[in-house]
Nanobody, 126 residues
């Protein structure tokens, strides 16, 4: 079992930045990938970014160049640095963990992820 707790969300103005954190506990050594997803009201959950155990990363098109995912293994924590935020980034952001050996591209989808956090709200005002 892996437990995930997100933090770092909040209210920010357009153009601002936030850094989300996801602290993992439990069987963290079995994690093959960690990802961030988001869900806005009335919309489906969508992929934001993922980082594999070997530190290779994957980004959604809207996140590439603005967001950076990283992991600090010593702290069992994954971060999502978000810059140049705009109102379209307003959503509940979820951290997810997978222990399964999927191909890198598969981690853009929710299927490989067995564990999910409760989410942290990000609101960007115009």
């Amino acid at each position: 079992q892996v437990q995930l707790v997100e933090s770092g969300g909040g209210l920010v103005q357009t153009g601002g930045s936030l850094r989300l954190s996801c602290a993992a506990s439990g069987r963290t050594g079995s994690s093959s990938a960690m990802g961030w997803f988001r869900q806005a009201p009335g919309k489906e959950r969508e992929f934001v970014a993922a980082v594999r155990s070997g530190s290779s990363t994957l980004y959604a098109d809207f996140a590439r160049g603005r967001f950076t995912i990283s992991r600090e293994n010593a702290k069992n924590t994954v971060y999502l640095q978000m810059n140049s935020l705009n109102p379209e980034d307003t959503a509940l952001y979820y951290c997810a963990a997978s222990t399964k050996p999927y191909s890198t591209g598969s981690f853009m989808y929710t299927t490989p992820y067995e564990y999910w956090g409760q989410g942290t709200q990000v609101t960007v005002s115009s």
